[in-house]
C-alpha cells in the first residue's frame, strides 16, 4: 500500500504564499501521476493541479497564474507553490497519486488519497 503524507498548510494573509508538500511512501514503485485537489466548506471537491511523470502539468483555470506544481521522483514528493492567495482560496487541500503501468507493467491503475491540510486564507 501506498501512504501520501501532507505539509505546509497554515493561515495567510490576502496576498501571502505557502508551499504544500505530499511525500509518498510504501510501495511506491507502480505511481505514476500526481495531484493536488481541494475542498471549501460547502463545495465540492476540485482538481487544482496535476502532474505526469515526465513533467507535464495541468492547473484548474482559478489558479492559473498563481499556482505552480512541481515533483521530485527521487524523493517521492510533490509540491504545489501558491502565491497571490485569495480568501476563496481557503479550503482543504488533497495530495491524490495515480498507479499505474507507467514504472512497472504489472502495476495495476488505483487511486491513493493522503488525509488534507488546511489553508485558510484571511482578508
Known amino acids: 500500500q501506498v501512504q501520501l503524507v501532507e505539509s505546509g498548510g497554515g493561515t495567510v494573509q490576502t496576498g501571502g504564499s505557502l508551499r504544500l508538500s505530499c511525500t509518498a511512501s510504501?510501495?511506491?514503485?507502480?505511481?505514476?501521476?500526481m495531484a493536488w485537489y481541494r475542498q471549501g466548506a460547502g463545495k465540492e471537491r476540485e482538481l487544482v493541479a496535476d502532474i505526469t511523470p515526465t513533467g507535464t502539468t495541468w492547473y484548474g483555470d482559478f489558479v492559473k497564474g498563481r499556482f505552480t506544481i512541481s515533483r521530485d521522483n527521487a524523493k517521492n514528493t510533490v509540491y504545489l507553490q501558491m502565491n497571490s492567495l485569495k480568501p476563496e482560496d481557503t479550503a482543504v487541500y488533497t495530495c491524490?497519486?495515480?498507479?499505474?503501468?507507467?514504472?512497472?507493467?504489472?502495476?495495476?491503475?488505483?487511486?491513493?488519497w493522503g488525509q488534507g491540510t488546511q489553508v485558510t486564507v484571511s482578508s
Open positions: 510504501g510501495d511506491i514503485s507502480c505511481i505514476s501521476a
Open positions: 491524490q497519486a495515480d498507479r499505474s503501468p507507467y514504472w512497472n507493467p504489472s502495476c495495476v491503475e488505483y487511486q491513493y
